[in-house]
């Protein structure tokens, strides 16, 4: 099931089109990447698929159902910006958020407790948020958001502030999410962090959707046919080898249009190779974003004039 659906979106301001017939769906239980350069119009559909802000044109329906108020009481929103009560201390401040789910005072209580434990940060309970490091309060805002355990969840930047050891905790966090059967949306330009915890992507860019798929899908696509190659003795000839450059103890070929990986073992297997290493080449999400924000097609190039042509996949 779609938990949530844009169709046709339009949205203008004044004379900007801000967002030109946007569709995508996103399916129950996975998590969403949802990219976009900055002025690309994702903030705006962020913000339309929770009532914040009305589209011009087209339709939202948010856990398989029209727009409601009992809906969105069953999505957690992470904003970018900063959006606690400073001078409020940590544990009312979550206990309030709690209580906005529907939580009694007692169960929101509880919760907050538990998540202010699991996120490492009891201590500060009567702290004042106005106290707290800019890490610790993503980490409280973090916990606000998921404290009610939404069917939906969605995460604007959620790795702002954080050392190394809080991104680990906040990716466990996405992926115990994705274990219960919840659905994240997460937004970041941490292309990487896209890359390891995302089913799906959308990339708009200058308010169109450009980009949408299963990650692998979306890197394949948008890669041109190359394979990394590590033997015992010498590369044979092979027939669809566009160019080979030589690189960490190996070769990368670039293959011809329409010629696949498995023919290329295939074919170093037929001739005697001893094949250590074989990897297909794909360009990285940060390319692919690169790629849109550019401008560019499908760019991927020669491995003779660039010695970083993608990732492994």
Not at 10 to 31: C, I, N, P, Q, T
Not at 201 to 229: K, L, N
Not at 262 to 275: F, T, W
Not at 292 to 311: F, I, K, M, T
Request: with cysteine; charged share 25%.
């Amino acid at each position: 099931m779609a938990i949530l659906r844009f169709t046709s979106i339009h949205k203008r301001y004044g004379s900007f089109h801000a967002l030109k017939g946007v569709s995508l769906a996103v399916e129950e239980g996975e998590v969403f990447g949802l990219l976009g350069p900055n002025g690309a119009g994702k903030t705006s559909l962020i913000r339309i698929g929770l009532d914040i802000i009305r589209p011009d044109e087209g339709e939202v329906s948010l856990l398989g159902q029209p727009m409601s108020r009992e809906a969105l009481d069953q999505v957690g929103y992470l904003p970018e910006e900063r959006g606690l009560y400073k001078k409020s201390r940590v544990l009312e401040v979550l206990v309030y958020l709690g209580r906005l789910k529907g939580l009694s005072r007692a169960e929101a209580k509880a919760r907050s407790e538990a998540w202010l434990a699991r996120i490492g940060l009891s201590e500060v309970a009567d702290r004042r948020l106005e106290a707290l490091s800019k890490g610790m309060s993503q980490k409280v805002q973090i916990a606000g958001t998921l404290l009610a355990d939404p069917p939906l969840a969605v995460l604007d930047e959620p790795f702002s502030g954080l050392d190394p050891v809080n991104v680990e905790l906040v990716k466990e966090l996405i992926a115990e999410r994705r274990a219960a059967g919840r659905t994240t949306v997460l937004s970041t330009h941490l292309m990487h962090q896209i890359e390891a915890l995302c089913d799906r992507v959308a990339v708009i860019h200058r308010g169109e959707r450009v980009v949408y798929g299963d990650i692998d899908t979306v890197r394949r696509e948008r890669s041109r046919p190359a394979v990394f190659v590590r033997l015992r003795g010498e590369l044979p000839e092979l027939a669809g080898v566009r160019s080979v450059h030589a690189r960490d103890g190996g070769h990368e070929l670039l293959l011809d249009d329409g010629v696949d990986p498995p023919d290329i073992l295939e074919a170093l297997v037929a001739a005697g190779a001893r094949v250590e290493r074989f990897e297909e080449i794909l360009v990285t999400m940060e390319q692919v974003f690169l790629q849109v924000a550019r401008g560019e097609g499908h760019p991927l190039p020669n491995p003779a004039a660039s010695p970083d042509l993608g990732a492994p996949a």
